[in-house]
């Protein structure tokens, strides 16, 4: 296990997920149940999808090697495009910050809500076609797991403990176009592989 591929991932994924609508759910989603409940709902569907996009990525590690560096070089620039273009659509929107009305709910109903809606919501995100494509590139499916998995609960921690404070020092369009950087220069790493 490569502590580098671990360190890489975890800054990848952290980056991508701060400032996307995984972040977002789960601070509304704190807003109305107890945040420790709400915390242990979007780990659970984390920890699924986590270990689905690093099976995934450990399947597509059986192609051709000049293949997967190409897909995963692809799919880091169509990354920071995304990012780019969230970046921009924040910086341009004008930010509505609401009260929600906290509703109080316990045990397992504000678990399975809270996993219901970060499990929808993950499937094809950036986070999971980025690990897959870090486990296919690194083939370091365990390391992979490691650093995506910690860097998710990081940010759903985040989310859940102070979300509103942290919106306040680093603007959300900030957080985007720093994870479209990463992913550049991630596009760039794996692109400089390819033609060496």
């Known amino acids: ?56 990525g450990h399947a597509v590690s059986f192609l051709p090697e000049e293949i997967v560096q190409a897909a995963a070089g692809l799919m880091f620039l169509v990354g920071a495009v995304i990012l780019v273009r969230e970046g921009r659509s924040h910086q341009e929107a004008a930010a509505n910050d609401e009260e929600v009305e906290t509703k109080e709910a316990t045990g397992y109903k504000a678990v399975l809500a809270s996993f219901l809606v970060l499990f929808a919501a993950e499937w094809g995100d950036l986070s999971q076609l980025l690990t897959i494509s870090l486990v296919a590139k690194y083939e370091e499916p365990v390391a992979v797991f490691i650093g995506a998995l910690s860097a998710l609960l990081l940010v759903s921690g985040l989310a859940v403990i102070a979300g509103r404070q942290l919106q306040r020092f680093v603007k959300l369009h900030v957080l985007h176009y720093v994870g479209a950087g990463v992913c550049l220069v991630l596009a760039a790493i794996t692109a400089y592989e390819l033609l060496s």
Not at 10 to 37: C, G, M, N, Q, S
Not at 38 to 46: H, Q, Y
Request: hydrophobic share 65%; net charge neutral; proline share 5%.
């Open 1 to 56: 296990m490569d502590p580098v591929v671990i360190g890489l991932t975890f800054l990848a994924i952290f980056v991508v997920e701060l400032p996307d609508k995984t972040f977002l759910a789960t601070l509304v989603l704190a807003t109305k149940y107890r945040p420790i409940l709400v915390w242990i709902g979007v780990s659970l569907a984390f920890l699924v999808q986590t270990l689905v996009a690093v099976l995934l």
